[in-house]
């Protein structure tokens, strides 16, 4: 069974930064890019990167450019993203997606709440 | 960016009841690369038609898919009260991968 375990929610203080992680099991974890998408409160669905574990190859949306970091550790089936210099505008629900050969997300995260506030 | 124009932004309907949603694109996509997501309050989006007009594992009849280019819709032929939700479309044509603003689903 694939699944995507991400961890827990986050306040964060404006200013800081964040590293969230996703965890893959289920499946060949080099085998698939990881995408991240972030949804803001009452809103939709945003893309931000994505990463090809196999050879740590990164795309980023232009507007998430010197944002958001994405990494992965193929030793322990984990990507990660970090978020910098936070502010409210990045409090949201962020997800990792799994990228299918239909350029698909087939699996998603369950999603980590970031509260940016003092 | 290709942007998706996806309509109606809300729908309410009573239970057995057909809804169709739509979702136009700015410029062609190749009908491989459309798909739809369901979005339950508090959860995190699912997948549910693949490439147009493909079912996901598990998904029920109900729903199915269509269109080509730049216009595509998604219909559920008898709405059922699991089926309250936000419907998304995206696009995996090219870069950067873009989503619909979403259809919410409320039954009467």
């Known amino acids: 069974e694939v699944k995507l375990q991400q961890s827990g929610d986050e306040l964060v203080r404006p200013g800081a930064s964040v590293k969230m992680s996703c965890k893959a099991s289920?499946?060949?974890?080099?085998?698939?890019?990881m995408h991240w998408v972030k949804q803001s409160p009452g809103q939709g669905l945003e893309w931000i990167g994505t990463?090809?574990?196999?050879?740590?190859?990164?795309s980023y949306n232009q507007k998430f450019k010197g944002k958001a970091t994405l990494t992965a550790d193929k030793s322990s089936n984990t990507a990660y993203m970090e978020l910098s210099r936070l502010t409210s505008e990045d409090s949201a629900v962020y997800y990792c997606?799994?990228?299918?050969?239909?350029?698909?997300?087939?699996?998603w995260g369950q999603g980590v709440m970031v509260t940016v506030s003092s | 960016a290709i942007v998706l124009n996806q309509s109606p932004s809300s729908i309410v309907a009573s239970q057995g009841e057909k809804v169709t949603i739509t979702c136009r694109a700015s410029s062609s996509i190749s009908s491989n690369y459309l798909h739809w997501y369901q979005q339950k309050p508090g959860a995190f989006p699912k997948l549910v038609i693949y490439s147009t007009s493909y079912r996901a594992s598990g998904i029920p009849s109900r729903f199915s898919g269509s269109g080509s280019g730049t216009s595509y819709s998604f219909t559920i032929s008898r709405v059922e009260a699991e089926d309250v939700a936000t419907y998304y479309c995206q696009q995996g044509s090219s870069n950067p991968l873009t989503f619909g603003s979403g259809t919410k689903l409320e039954i009467k």
């Open positions: 997606a799994r990228w299918s050969l239909r350029r698909v997300l087939d699996y």
């Open positions: 289920g499946y060949t974890f080099t085998d698939y890019a």
């Open positions: 990463i090809i574990p196999l050879i740590d190859t990164t």
